[in-house]
Nanobody
């Protein structure tokens, strides 16, 4: 049974930082590209960052949405079956529920977890 458990959300001030974690189980984590998604208030869920599978040097291709590029960093630890999202220079528009999922052909693969709430205020 696939489980995606997000954590690390909370309240932060504008310009602050947060580190989100997503613990995955029930599938071969190292074989899957992983993504973070955000659903803001009254908005559809959108992909904010992705990381591909790691090569022998430990490198994985990354993708960032225009709104997160330069501020967010996605990483993964295959030994821990965990994907991370380091969020810096937070803005109020980063407020929302953050979810992780495996991604294939640009689409999320599994049922969504409960997400973790991020609230950014001045």
């Amino acid at each position: 049974q696939v489980q995606l458990v997000e954590s690390g959300g909370g309240s932060a001030q504008t310009g602050g930082s947060l580190l989100l974690s997503c613990a995955a189980s029930g599938f071969t984590f190292s074989f899957q590209s992983m993504s973070w998604y955000r659903q803001g208030p009254g908005s559809e869920r959108e992909r904010v960052a992705s990381i591909g599978t790691l090569d022998r040097t430990g490198y994985g291709d990354t993708y960032y949405s225009e709104s997160t590029k330069g501020r967010f960093t996605i990483s993964r630890d295959d030994a821990k079956h965990t994907v991370y999202l380091r969020m810096q220079s937070l803005k109020s528009e980063d407020t929302g529920i953050y979810y992780c999922n495996a991604i294939s052909d640009g689409r999320p693969v599994y049922n969504w977890g409960q997400g973790t709430q991020v609230t950014v205020s001045s």
